[in-house]
């Protein structure tokens, strides 16, 4: 196995110390970059992108040759897990994600099974493809969805401004929700599992839609079932612990609760203060984030601003890697993520002495 050139985002996810605060952005390979629009032309499609282990390692690696981040992660989709369970997922152009089968009949539900995990050989083909081309630069970043969040697009049919279908669900026939996310669960931890053996070095669970369910349903619903995942997968390879980062959008005032859900660390996005989040985990977990995306349409200056203003907010110590609190926009300026890199790379090395 190759040594790892910088580790310091694998030692920042253990509060191990390192010697600046490292950085990598959510969604950091995307339309923002026009060579990636270059390289999806080629490809024919965003999923021709996906299923190409040579064009997924390819645009892996265009946001690592502009900027000097910290972390590679996986290109892929969270959709691709119900693809696989049979759903037919499809990108209508401008419209975001759909799936030719919904989940909202019981036969539907009733008829769910994980998902074969040879249909997905080409995600762990591209995670051992990338891991070659790093070659040892960076960590690379394995990730799925969460249940809830993969069983929102699953239930709508694609994406939802109000999740209706699914809420209906969750309050009339809960037995049904629970039936889906069981099988997700299960689904998502060989999932997971899997790209860690093919060379993921730490893996991220997305709960973009957590966030959208009322306080009590969230520990039932999604909580629950990110604690089963975690409890079963893999924790080392190449001798290193592989750290896992729980990320709910809309999540803070949970936070206390997924910090105990067994993660190494627990992302923020923009809402929460980074350094009362700290005080209220007591420095159990690592913490990931938490400047606003759209901060990014700021000046460079500004840009610089508020990464100290969240550097200082965190504090002296290990155990914050920086990111933005949810994927960068299409419409973002490269030059501007080019200035968030080097602000928090220059800006955190007083907090690390
Ligand atoms: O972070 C990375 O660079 C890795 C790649 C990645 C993508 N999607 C690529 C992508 C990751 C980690 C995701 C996760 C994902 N996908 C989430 C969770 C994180 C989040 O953003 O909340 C969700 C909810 C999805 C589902 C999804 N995929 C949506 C809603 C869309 C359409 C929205 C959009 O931005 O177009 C996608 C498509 C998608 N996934 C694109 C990319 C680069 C854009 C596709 C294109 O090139 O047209």
Sequence with gaps: MTQLKNDTFLRALLKQPVDYTPIWMMRQAGRYLPEYRATRARAGSFMGLCTSPDYATEVTLQPLERFPLDAAILFSDILTVPDAMGLGLYFAEGEGPKFERNLREESAVLALQPAPLEKLQYVFDAVSSIRKALNGRVPLIGFSGSPFTLACYMVEGGGSDDFRHIKGMLYSR????????DVTATSVTAYLKAQIDAGAQAVQIFDTWGGA???????EFSLAYMQRIIAGLKREADGRR???????KNGGQWLEDIA???ADCVGLDWTTDIGQARARIGDKVALQGNFDPNALFGSPAAIEQEAGRI???????????????HGISQHANPEHAAALVAAVHQLSRQYHV
Aim: glycine share 12%; hydrophobic share 50%.
């Design 242 to 248: 592989v750290p896992v980062i729980v990320f709910t």
């Design 260 to 262: 105990a859900i067994g």
């Design 174 to 181: 809960p037995d049904l929700l629970h039936r889906i996310l």
């Design 213 to 219: 369910l009322s306080h009590a349903a969230y520990k």
């Design 311 to 325: 550097l200082a907010a965190y504090g002296h110590g290990s155990g914050h890697v920086f990111n933005l609190g």
